[in-house]
């Protein structure tokens, strides 16, 4: 596993914005709640954004965004076609 905090547009590292990689996926963290989870599933990239968290904040929102390399809009679009799905991402095993 290897967590870096993200980058600002002027390539300061941001506090509470992180990206965790692991052997089986990638996610970006913002604060303790995880954002989106993306992996790849028969050689396709596949995004997950947590249903409750992914449009938390303005805040949440720009990082997201510079995490996916697209604009609310896009995000809003590909949700909606399916291309990219909402799902918890934050609750264990122990808490559901």
Same mark, same amino acid.
Request: with cysteine.
């Given at each position: 596993?290897?967590?870096?905090?993200?980058?600002?547009?002027?390539?300061?590292?941001?506090?509470?914005?992180?990206?965790?990689?692991?052997?089986?996926?990638?996610?970006?963290?913002?604060?303790?709640?995880?954002?989106i989870k993306t992996t790849f599933?028969?050689?396709? #990239?596949?995004? $997950? *954004?947590?249903? +409750?968290?992914?449009?938390?904040?303005?805040?949440? /929102?720009?990082? #997201?965004?510079? $995490? *996916?390399?697209? +604009?609310?809009?896009t995000v809003k679009a590909r949700? /909606?076609?399916?291309?990219?799905?909402?799902?918890?991402?934050?609750?264990?095993?122990?808490?559901?």
């Amino acid at each position: 596993m290897k967590v870096s905090n993200m980058r600002s547009r002027n390539g300061n590292p941001v506090p509470n914005q992180l990206i965790i990689h692991t052997p089986e996926a990638t996610f970006f963290q913002s604060y303790d709640t995880i954002i989106i989870k993306t992996t790849f599933i028969d050689g396709k #990239r596949k995004v $997950f *954004l947590d249903s +409750d968290a992914w449009d938390y904040s303005k805040t949440t /929102a720009r990082y #997201r965004n510079d $995490f *996916l390399g697209c +604009d609310s809009k896009t995000v809003k679009a590909r949700i /909606a076609s399916g291309e990219y799905e909402l799902a918890d991402l934050n609750t264990t095993e122990a808490e559901a």
